[in-house]
């Protein structure tokens, strides 16, 4: 009998990834779904056997359809597959009914493994609904997501707290909209901005690591620094926490290009990155948040133009 399967996932990248990683012998009909609101819809509609669930979506997130789910007589089996791999974030889905929890990127080996273990392999044939063509865009916020949920994964071990991760956001700033969009930052003398550059295979780009106001004290309460109230205590805060985030962030990403990039050292910047940036750079955005903590932490990866077309050359494989 032909298994119907619900991807839902608000990247295409993501979700073309993991439908292609299906065994082409299973007996399933595949549908996609953009975000939580859409899933459930068709849940309504479409009698379905296994949801694969992402967890960082727009509209409605993934630990919210597990909530809608939980005594709904249509609920499929649900496997969730997120780049959210904090202990914490695994015992939450596990508690709100999730079959399982698959960290992405996912590969075939895995997927064939978690089919047999949970019964749902019947051999067959493997039929697609069509997929939009991922874009650019798409694919480098997806891989900026994976790379993000093992950044937080180290920093909420050091710190001891579950991390609310966003959706990356991409831009594209011209001129001095870099500037403009930093500035307030640089104005308030009790702001430090740190600053990691780092290359690879002919991609190089900047990270600023920035802590909100009121941030420090926690942060290096967690961390066991003192003398917060002194520039050099706050600084100490800022360089463990931006060494923390931004190489687990790196090493992230650069596994899923298959690019080793180097990093400099990190340094404060008190005005807006140089002149590699004085055109058009693409910026990728990601706030860190402790709710229960009051924390936010903010990552900003600046790509310049000569740049991005050996990285779109990187993309291509995942696009095609």
Known sequence: ???????????????????????????????????????????????????FLDLNMPEMDGYTVLKHLQHQPFAPKIIVVSADIQAEAHRRVMDLGALDFLRKPIGPAQLQDALQRYQLFEPGQLFQHRLSQVGIDDALRELCNV???????????????????????LRRLHGNELEMLLAASFRDPELMMLSQGFIGHGISGEAIVLLQRGSYQTVGTLLGID??????????????????????????????LNIPFCQSHPVLVREAPACQFSNSTLAVEISYRLTEQDILCDLLLLLPQSSLPRLEQSLSFLME
Do not use: Y
């Open 227 to 256: 003398n917060l109230a002194q520039e050099q205590g706050r600084l100490e805060v800022q360089m463990e926490l931006g060494n923390l985030l931004f190489s687990a962030f790196l090493s992230g990403l650069g596994e899923q």
């Open 1 to 51: 009998m032909t298994q119907h399967v619900l991807i839902c996932d608000d990247s295409r990248l993501a979700s073309k990834q993991l439908a292609r990683s299906l065994p082409a012998d299973w007996q399933a009909e595949i549908h996609f779904a953009a975000h939580g609101r859409e899933a459930l819809a068709h849940l309504q509609q479409i009698p379905t056997d296994l949801l």
């Open 147 to 169: 790379a993000m949920g093992q950044a937080a994964a180290s920093m909420s071990q050091v710190l001891g707290a579950f991390i609310e991760l966003p959706i990356p956001k």
